[in-house]
């Protein structure tokens, strides 16, 4: 199978490199624990943080502030499991996208003849336009992905066929012709429009219609993993330390400990959730800044990441509050709060993108 052929080949580049770099975090090891370890760390700073720190913590206080501070704590937990939840399920594929009838689509499947040709011409924005017959029987996959551009061979008379980034060109994993910034993903094995990253932590793609959850996830996450941090070091400080080592900072020393019967499974429990916090509320406000950097600039990551931009410039002249549009859809205040990608999708087209110009600044 095509498809398994490619999975593999990416996942040997991965090992490769790791095992080059001496990595310990192979590509397997994250792909295997990265949404358990999320699960873990999220759902257990909530039922640590609501059964057992906010009532030590506030006990003084009274029952009222107890009980506010624990319907705070489940409406930013709610916030990001309902952000998390969309960000796994609200498909951003292209094949999604053709089913659910929006749009145009163009599908290469069925209709070569093995002699058809393809051709790709300019439309007046600069984004092109495929007309395609015979797309499978005409072309080989190319032994190697060029991210500025796909290339691939005619079979017939071994020509590379040259495709720019800003194009529609073929993906033979899925066997379609698939419009500009949509990219295959070998671990979801589909195309995804607007392709902005894979997320280990929700499992599946980050795209067209689920970046806003994406990023919305960010700001919940930063600030609920902030307020329980502040929270959670103000409870080893004041409640925790006579029960604790140094040492039980460092997770899997704190195992050992146990095992060893230096300590108690509680504290491994609570030590873990707070180093495992540290990790996600920076990466939740790390990953949160750079992509407000890159909505402001009418980019994904994956062009920031790929795109040599010596050579192609992508350019959104839109006002901010049009670029946010293009991301939240309209009322884009009010789906800070609310999963409303169903009643205000994304205003951009996903094929056509007739508000990007994109600008070459050498010849292909
Ligand atoms: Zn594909
Ligand atoms: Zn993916």
Redesign the pocket.
Known sequence: MPANVARESLMSKFKAHYKKNNHPLTPEFVIAHAVPMFFFTIVGTWVIGIADVLPTIYRDKGPTTVLLQRLFVSFLFAEMMMNWLCIRYVDSSYSHYKKSGQGHSIDVEGQGDGKGKTSVENNENGSRTPQTAGLRERFVKPSSMDFSGSASKDKTGGKTVKYPYWSWCPCFQCDVMRPPRCHH??????C?LK?D???YFAG???GWRNLRHFVIFCLWATLACSYALVHALYYIYHYFWFRISYLDFMPPLTVLRMMLGYTSPIVVIYMSVTCFLFYFAFLSASFLLEHTMMIKNGMTSFEHDNLNRKKIEIIDNRPLSGRLQSVFGLNWGLSIFLPLHNVYPPTEDPLLWPTIKVQRHTSE
């Open positions: 993903c070998a671990l979801c094995n589909t995804i392709r990253h894979h997320c599946t793609c980050v």
